[in-house]
């Protein structure tokens, strides 16, 4: 069965620093891999997808990047962070474009 | 643009008590659909999804949810709430590459 893995599960940060977020997906090949944020009363903006190995596409032009290095693995970076970086960071897959796509347990960040 | 509205920023329900989720889309095309639900501090769990064929789909713990082409919406439902059932509910209809979320619904359970 298909599992997907983010960490860490919380980060505190100061404004200014470097970020790297990780998900991982196991029992599946050549996923769709996405990263959302989620901020309070705001539901789930997508900020970045990709439909394979350094492929990314950008919803939201922010402070924010992503890479793919790996087939099943989906990184979430930003040189210097922002106050309003903060949020709930979630991971997904699917098996294609228009499929049901399946969430990770996320990454709480919080800049100060 | 597609969008997905739910009315209901948040609900209380009486446990035993039936339920519903309004959930109003907006999209050009045959849309997919989705109920998702997330426990705090948690991922989102898919409760169901329509694609095609019977407009009422059935789901994981009790829940189901009814396709109306005419009135854009696909509605969730539970017969008899659980103090479990209290979460944050999304719906989503997909649009091409992505998920585009509704904002959510609290929902909570009293005793």
């Known amino acids: 069965s298909q599992t997907i893995h983010q960490w860490p599960a919380t980060l505190v940060q100061p404004v200014g620093s470097p970020l790297s977020l990780e998900c991982t997906v196991e029992g599946t090949s050549n996923p769709n891999l996405y990263w959302y944020r989620q901020a309070a009363g705001r539901g789930l903006q997508l900020l970045f997808y990709?439909?394979?190995?350094?492929?990314i596409s950008s919803e939201v032009p922010q402070n924010l990047s992503a890479s793919r290095p790996q087939d099943r693995q989906f990184i979430l970076s930003s040189k210097k962070l922002l106050l309003s970086d903060s949020g709930f960071y979630l991971c997904a897959w699917s098996t294609g474009s228009t499929d049901t796509q399946y969430f990770g347990p996320g990454t709480r960040l919080t800049v100060l | 643009a597609q969008s997905v509205t739910q009315p209901d920023i948040h609900i209380t329900v009486s446990e035993g008590a039936s339920l519903e989720l309004r959930c109003n889309y907006s999209y050009g095309a045959t849309p997919y659909l989705f109920w998702y639900v997330q426990s705090p501090g948690q991922g989102l769990q898919l409760l169901l999804k329509y694609f095609s064929g019977d407009t009422l789909v059935q789901g994981i713990k009790g829940f189901e949810a009814e396709f109306k082409r005419s009135q854009s919406s696909f509605n969730l439902r539970k017969p008899s709430v659980h103090w479990s059932d209290a979460a944050e509910y999304f719906c989503?209809?997909?649009?091409?590459?992505?998920?585009?979320f509704g904002k959510g619904t609290t929902l909570s359970v009293s005793s």
């Open positions: 990709s439909v394979g190995i350094g492929q």
């Open positions: 989503a209809v997909g649009a091409g590459t992505a998920l585009i």
